[in-house]
């Protein structure tokens, strides 16, 4: 499995508009509410991961495949954790982002198109993360920070390697790189304008740079 997860195929690339130079300044500006998000994101990619596995529960290649996912983020949530915890910051609630919701309607709602989708976005939402891991492991002012997420950066790759192959197995290329390209393009609309205030930025806050603008 690990040389099918690293095979050419799963390299695809996902997502239409790398982030912006504002979503980074952004987010060095806030590690901390950064961190928080990126504790309940890995919460979260667990969730989703389980979901799936309840949703079609007799599907033993899934399940072989989306266990180990959610065992390692939930790994993930438990380091982020401890990040928080040796910094005596407490674990709270943070409104999220419409970005979550806004790919979650792209979901259509009959089957094969909803399984589909669903792994779709989900592969959208890792690579993404895996992306503005890269940035925050490059550009963290804080060791601990580049350490952490320079860790996790592994791990996301290949997330959004395995759903691609959930997607591409089941459904062929065709299919899935249409699909791809049409749920990239809201991925990329729901991160596009401006953020509402400083203490909105998060991990998938907005801030992607417009096709043409030729601004970093
Ligand atoms: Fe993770
Ligand atoms: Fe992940």
């Given at each position: 499995m690990t040389a099918l997860l690293t095979s050419p195929t799963a390299r695809v690339k996902w997502?239409?508009?790398?982030?912006?130079a504002a979503w980074l300044e952004q987010a060095l500006a806030h590690p901390e509410?950064?961190?928080?998000?990126h504790a309940h994101c890995e919460r979260k990619a667990a969730g989703v991961a389980l979901q799936l596995m309840f949703r079609y529960p007799s599907d033993a290649e899934l399940g072989a495949l989306l266990s180990p996912l959610a065992r390692e983020e939930l790994e993930h949530f438990e380091q982020v954790?401890?990040?928080?915890?040796?910094?005596?910051t407490p674990l709270r609630p943070l409104p999220a982002p419409a970005y979550g919701a806004t790919l979650t309607a792209a979901v259509r709602r009959g089957e094969?198109?909803?399984?589909?989708?669903?792994?779709?976005?989900?592969g959208l939402i890792e690579a993404r993360s895996h992306e503005r891991m890269a940035l925050l492991a490059a550009h963290s002012p804080d060791a601990a920070l580049r350490d952490l997420y320079g860790t996790l950066l592994a791990s996301e790759a290949r997330h959004f390697g395995l759903y691609?192959?959930?997607?591409?197995?089941?459904?062929?290329r065709e299919v899935t790189v249409a699909r791809l390209e049409e749920l990239a393009a809201v991925e990329v609309q729901a991160l596009s304008g401006e953020l509402a205030s400083v203490e909105a930025v998060r991990m998938?806050?907005?801030?992607?740079?417009?096709?043409g603008s030729g601004t970093p």
């Open positions: 997502l239409a508009a790398p982030s912006s509410l950064v961190l928080i998000d954790l401890q990040l928080l915890q040796g910094r005596g094969p198109q909803r399984m589909l989708d669903s792994f779709l976005v989900a691609w192959l959930l997607a591409e197995g089941r459904y062929g998938h806050s907005v801030g992607v740079e417009r096709a």
